[in-house]
């Protein structure tokens, strides 16, 4: 697999476009309150705030799979970059998982 | 000469036998797999020594069945142990309907252990037996744990917030009281002794030493000298909500979303108010950090503890030896 | 990004079959070396995230005080940057060599004007008493108390994750110019050019960093 | 080659000069470079704990002040575990052998090896710097808020140190996963590779994965002492709970840096000495990578009485219970390998015999501490460090021994005395014994740790520890004599003194600097002593 993978340009300059267009609009979104309904097990979820993680998260993916040539990757490649991602979600989910718990006790506000 | 030389630490507390049995079940699981492990090695060892440097044993690649046997039979044991020893930490966690209630302050290198009847204590905590008693703890700097071997309890004062811990003692006796989170220089010389005395005994004690202010009494003295009073009144134009009836009841929050008024929220509603912020209410309330020592938090703590919601409002901050608990349901999730 | 290839004069390291192990060998060196870093900048991430759910609204009051449109012109500038990346690394997979240079000078150039930016904000962060410390004021935040304190946190980890950031393209600009002079002297070509390609990767994840912090930083109102 | 006559060109004398070692590339002079700077760091380490056990022989304070004590204690810690025990197996053995079992030359990237030397090298100079300019007094923990609001000692210096030492370790993963992925001779696909490789394997994920996180809390620390930055300060609002969760994210899962490690060279050593084949040899090569993973997912089981949520604690048990399966996994298989084996009792074998009984009563006592209604009376007593120590000292120092005994003669090409050996492997399991065991019971008596002064009930058991410390002391510095001593008095050792499987012993000892003449292939699987030709027996 060490031949390169040669990506006409014109992928490049579309990807740039989508990634400007998106940086529009999370700043647009940004500005409109999107409000926080109760939806994730009657907790509020602001909306704002997962509309603007999403959006990174695809402009990530984008970077990632075409800046990067992930997408023409071996599967070894991508592997390294999945495991990379899950430990991440491991060290942010397991973490929270603590904060969102606290003061489930009752009767004792340190647990 | 025995007596000097204790191998297993005194039972006073009623938590104390549990944890002993789960400790002497674990020693005897360890014992038998331990023994078991050091056998087959051993025996096989001398069984199969080498007896001429030529030898050629058969190959033996492995068996599915011994290789499931051995996942599988511990896997049962850990699960076991796991459902049991959550079970004896769940007891702990939760604190039993009225307790009796002592605020501990950690710093360094002294626990200040301050009675809702007044009485305050340095090193050293006086209880009854046969009460559950809630600790509120908190640190005044870096992170203490506060620990008695005998009664087998232990949790970490943390600055900036609340733990609870509770125990019963079981025995009259004077116990060992460690702090068990390593705090800097003297963390060795902070130590003390924690007393369990027959009720009785108890009562003579609270009458005996000259008791200090009540901490109820203390946090209405300072909820006036810190002007709480002018923002915090039962009229319906006052700036901020009337806070008799808040403890354990459920606040509604700016933006939504609600909070049961517990001890964190109340300290943080005090040192950060604008955390918080109570529906139909302006951010205005000042915040009291640096003014306020933690055991003056912990007096208007006790204040606000005891306004009861306006029907029963007469009742009075609990009155110096009494031993009444408290009539707040704080077990209530 | 050092590479951990030899120099064009020998190409194979000593140690490796061909030429083919010696770049699947490096390329996957280097994408744990990102995998690496994507831990590192994690920790940072989640100390944002416990905080920001803590101080919802100092952080959301601090946030304001940032300029969103340069935040976003910065994104822009950015993004822009990776595609010249991108590009160069294509000119060298087919040995352009003009072209490389030009789009690695680029990238450089764009690189510059972000961190140009960038100090633009500090000194504004600076001149308004909202860098950390005994001299932090929440004065231009209109915060005080409490609240203040929290303002504190949130320029904390913004100095924190920006800085961090910003020291990644610090490290990464030197590197381009060198490439860039090396290519202009020939030395990379469609059958050797990894230290192109490696460097592109590094610049695209510190792009992705980025993607990630702006709307953490300027976007949470 | 004659018997007693060592080969003409290897590794150690194809040049000569400090230069040559200083600047070498080859994979087993850094690990040369590495067996010297850990020994050393492990002798420091050593007589830190000397002074704790001298201290702690009567129960006041009296051999050092409170402060020196609180810096001894923590010197103890912060050396043996990130300039010893992480570094030690890994960098040491697992630089040497690795590329020479898998058949390989070097590692994919033997400069970044060496950069590793040197990143360990300027951590440990670091720490030595700070050591003699005020110390550092915040236990191997670095809990804050005593971190960074309230030690006065060094604590910027050591964590630069630590950082700069993570990203040594890091490195070292980095290569060796590069190495194990692309560098692996002909005909050795995954399931032949010997388990000593596999779990670097696993090893080397951890690295990667973890040690990035505690560089940058380490950072976040510094930038609180030194920029006035905040991120765990209290008085901030910052939560001193949340550094311990991103602290024990990775320094739970170091722990398993530490014993894959060891538990690879027990899979070598056990089946050399007994003439078999692995037993399950799939099951303990996965369950290596099985604790690295669960491994992740346990660390809040340091925080049971911390702060940290009640339910979060007691998924963090649960999971702690469920790593501990592959562990014993690993255990019942290497003890069932010894069936109908040909064991001998030579000096590495009795290490590993001492490493099975150890590892067994410290992992089990590991099972204490995960009980949540259990750990909540121990914890920071001695019974931790008793866990601690039966598992990092009576398991991964005494693999670590048994690997160096059973790979000296490939390293140096000469035998060690075989007398001196068991001595000294009876005598450190003894004194091993001795000074641990009395801490599980003066811990779940309630004695906590980092105590420099304690009541004089516990002094008794207190007394024997020390006493055991002597012992174990004398048992460490045995081989360091002898080992010592047979680089000139030794028997030279054959290319196979021990029969065993296994490329590194087909190639003289010491090897040659690029290992292999041409390219070895490989046909058969690991530890195939069944098949292996009679005169590799001597018979
Ligand atoms: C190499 C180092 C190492 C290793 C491998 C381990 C392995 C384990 N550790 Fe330990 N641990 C430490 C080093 C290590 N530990 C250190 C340094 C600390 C203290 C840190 C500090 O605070 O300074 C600590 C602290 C520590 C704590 C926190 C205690 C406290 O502070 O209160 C806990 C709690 O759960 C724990 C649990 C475990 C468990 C469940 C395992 C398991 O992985 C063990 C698995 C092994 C086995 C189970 C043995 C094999 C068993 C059999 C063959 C028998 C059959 C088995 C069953 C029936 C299950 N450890
Ligand atoms: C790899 C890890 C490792 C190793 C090998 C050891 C080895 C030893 N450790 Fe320790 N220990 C820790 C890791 C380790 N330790 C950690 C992480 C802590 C927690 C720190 C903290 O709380 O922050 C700790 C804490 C700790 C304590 C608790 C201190 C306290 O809480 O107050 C004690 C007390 O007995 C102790 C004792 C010992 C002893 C007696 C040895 C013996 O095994 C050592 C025996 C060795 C020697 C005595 C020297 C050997 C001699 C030579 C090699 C010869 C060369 C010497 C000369 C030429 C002079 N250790
Ligand atoms: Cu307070 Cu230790
Ligand atoms: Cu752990």
New binding site residues.
Partial sequence: MHEQHVVSPRIYFAIFAALLLLTLVTVQVAAIDLGEPEIFFGKRVPLNVVVALVIACVKAVLVILFFMHVKYSPRLTQLVIGAAFVWLFILLAVTLSDYWSRGWVGGNPGT | MFSGFPLFPERASTVAGEVDALYFFLVGLSAFFALLIAGMVLFFAIRYRRRSPSERPQAVHGSLALELTWTLIPLGIVVFIFIWSAQVFFGMSRVPKNPMEINVVGKRWMWKVQHLTGQREINELHIPVGVPVKLTLTSEDVIHSFYVPAFRVKKDALPGRYAATWFQATKPGRYHLFCAE?CGTKHSGMIGWVTAMEPAEFQAWLAGGAPGVVPAVAGERLFHELNCVTCHQADAGARGPDLAGLFGSTVRLQGGGTVVADELYIRESIVTPTAKVVEGYQPIMPTFTGMVSEDQILSLLAYIQSLKAPETKAAPPPAAGALDPKAQDVTKP | MASPTTGPRSLLAHHFADLGEQKDATTLGMWLFLAQEVMFFGGLFLVYTVYRFNFHDAFAAASHHLDVKLGAINTAVLIGSSLTMALAVHAAALGKRKQLVVFLLLTVLLGSAFLGVKVVEYADKYHHHLVPGPGFSGEALHLEGDRARQAEMYFSLYFGMTGLHALHMIVGIPILLALAVKGWRGAYSPEYNTPVEFTGLYWHFVDIVWIFLFPFLYLIH | MSANELPKKNYLNADYGVASWLLTKDHKRIAILYLISV?LM??L???F??A??LE?LTPAGDLVSSED?NKI??M???I??FF??IPTVPAVLGNFLIPIMIGAKDLAFPRINLASWYMYMVGAILTLWAMVSGGLDT???FYTPYSTSYSNTQVVIVGVGVFIIGFSSIFTGLNFIVTIHKMRAPGLTWFRLPLFVWAHYATSIIMILGTPVIAVTILMVAAERLLHLGFFDPALGGDPVLFQHLFWFYSHPAVYI?ILPAMGVISELVTCFSRKRIFGYPVVALSSLAIAFLGFLVWGHHMFVSGQSTYAGMIFSALSFLVAIPSAIKVFNWAATLYKGSVSWDTPMLYVFGFLGLFTIGGLTGLFLAALGLDVHVHDT?FV?AH??YI??GG??MAYLGGIHFWWPKMTGRMYPEFWGRISAALIFVG?NL??FP?FLVGYLGMP????AYPDEFQVLNVM??G???V??LG??LP?VYLIGSLWYGKVASANPWGAAGLEWQIPSPPPTENFAGQPVVTEEAYAYDTMPQEAFGG
């Fill in positions: 390593y | 020994t492990f002798a380490g050593g007589l704990a000397a704790i056990r702690l004590y204690f923590t103890h810690g912060v043996m575990v010893f025990l236990g191997w923990t530490m001695y460090v601690f120590h990092m000292v991964v120092v091993f000074t641990f801490q740790r980092r105590y420099h520890s020390s055991g410390a002597a174990l002391g460490y510095f360091l």
